[in-house]
């Protein structure tokens, strides 16, 4: 099975997928960053889809446009899993056309609560004393696909955005690789039965 990873930053999420044994085909980055370098380091297919050549991170990104570039990479590698790790970058619906049910995300909240891109610092501005981590299937609307995974962290007190956010990418590490290693497998049994 072609499992593709999507990320944008430091790949510490990328190196535990990696050290659990998933068997990565392709990472594909929205902007240079590190996780292009554990991936290239580890001998994995590397591909830049840069922001820059569709608009940027400015108004004018060309989001459809972009979306439809990584789909095209994806499916030029035969990709049948697409796995976001710590993307930050929205896709159009032509990836959900092209791998819908077959996408997965991770959140640093328990879904439904705290969705969007600063889950942590709006659990720690809630009083909220646990808080988690989310694995999910990918949908349109953003962090609404149906939860796979959850594991709770509890809020300490004295926590700031970035202690919080460490325990929870501690979690994080864990539960993602073996999320998406069982959903893996589940895919693979429902494939060998539609195929019978």
């Not at 999507?6 to 392709?26: F, M």
């Not at 999910?136 to 007190?157: C, F, I, N, R, Y």
Request: aromatic share 6%.
């Amino acid at each position: 099975m072609g499992v593709a990873v999507l990320v944008s930053g430091t790949g510490s999420i990328l190196e535990a997928i990696l050290a659990d044994g998933v068997p990565v085909a392709v990472v594909v980055a929205d902007r240079a960053c590190r996780g292009l370098d554990i991936a290239a380091a580890a001998g994995i297919d590397t591909v830049l889809v840069d922001r820059k050549a569709f608009g940027g991170f400015r108004s004018g990104f060309d989001r459809e446009g972009y979306t439809e570039e990584v789909v095209r990479v994806l499916r030029a590698r035969g990709v049948d899993l697409v796995v976001m790790a710590g993307y930050g970058t929205v896709l159009g619906r032509a990836i959900h056309d092209a791998f819908g049910g077959r996408m997965l995300n991770t959140h640093p909240a328990l879904l439904p609560a705290f969705p969007g891109w600063h889950a942590v610092e709006d659990a720690l501005e809630a009083g909220v004393s646990v808080t988690g981590c989310t694995v999910h299937l990918a949908t349109l609307e953003m962090d609404s696909g149906p939860v796979l995974a959850q594991k709770q962290v509890p809020v300490q007190p004295g926590d700031t955005v970035e202690t919080l956010h460490e325990r929870i990418k501690e979690v994080e590490r864990v539960l993602y690789p073996k999320t998406i290693k069982a959903f893996m497998a589940a895919l693979e049994e429902r494939d060998i039965r539609s195929a019978k």
